[in-house]
């Protein structure tokens, strides 16, 4: 059922992958990682895991996304994050997460960036493997806007977006 005060149409509901590697964690089949209006590489699966807090996206793809952002982010040993410079909270575009049954799940820029106001820097909430793994996992950073449905008995994902402040998540 979906989470109280909603109804089940709210609930957009995903097959998980039932054979493989992965096929014990609660994983969808991926295809792509968008952002802005381009691809940014290949996905073969797509990992809903609370144990980690950050995005964690194939090495390709995570460089593809660095370049695409072109806001001369850099790591930084100290706070653990690729900070990129930004103008505001909303300077960066929407991660599209396009799955192998051409559904796409959206991952906003408040969902995947900090804003630190007192150093105009954005702190990415999204990292990469570092090697040639190609799944991704939707840590904390992705959770945190949406109510999760683990439906064993139909081997399915829902996903329930949350509201935040004035607005909601898509």
Same mark, same amino acid.
């Given at each position: 059922?979906?989470?109280?005060?909603?109804?089940?149409?709210?609930?957009?509901?995903?097959?998980?992958?039932?054979?493989?590697?992965?096929?014990?964690?609660?994983t969808l089949k991926g295809k792509t990682v968008q952002y802005g209006s381009g691809d940014l590489g290949t996905v073969t699966e797509v990992i809903?895991?609370?144990?980690?807090?950050?995005?964690?996206?194939?090495?390709?793809?995570?460089?593809?996304?660095?370049?695409?952002?072109?806001?001369?982010?850099?790591?930084?040993?100290?706070?653990?994050?690729?900070?990129?410079?930004?103008?505001?909270?909303? &300077?960066? +575009? #929407?991660?599209?997460?396009? *799955? !192998? =049954?051409?559904?796409?799940?959206?991952?906003?820029?408040?969902?995947?960036? /900090?804003?630190?106001?007192?150093?105009?820097?954005?702190?990415?909430?999204?990292?990469?493997? &570092?090697? +040639? #793994?190609?799944?991704?996992? *939707? !840590? =904390?950073?992705?959770?945190?806007?949406?109510?999760?449905?683990?439906?064993? /008995?139909?081997?399915?994902?829902?996903?329930f977006s949350a509201t935040i402040g004035s607005g909601s998540t898509t």
């Amino acid at each position: 059922t979906a989470p109280k005060g909603s109804s089940s149409n709210n609930v957009s509901w995903y097959n998980l992958v039932t054979t493989g590697s992965n096929s014990g964690l609660w994983t969808l089949k991926g295809k792509t990682v968008q952002y802005g209006s381009g691809d940014l590489g290949t996905v073969t699966e797509v990992i809903f895991d609370t144990g980690y807090s950050q995005i964690i996206l194939p090495k390709t793809v995570f460089d593809n996304l660095i370049k695409k952002i072109d806001k001369n982010c850099s790591f930084s040993s100290s706070t653990g994050y690729y900070m990129c410079a930004c103008k505001s909270a909303s &300077t960066l +575009s #929407t991660l599209n997460i396009v *799955l !192998g =049954d051409g559904m796409t799940i959206k991952v906003e820029d408040k969902y995947w960036s /900090a804003y630190d106001a007192s150093s105009k820097q954005c702190a990415l909430l999204v990292t990469s493997w &570092t090697d +040639s #793994t190609s799944h991704a996992i *939707l !840590g =904390d950073a992705f959770l945190r806007g949406r109510t999760i449905i683990h439906d064993i /008995a139909n081997s399915r994902l829902g996903l329930f977006s949350a509201t935040i402040g004035s607005g909601s998540t898509t």
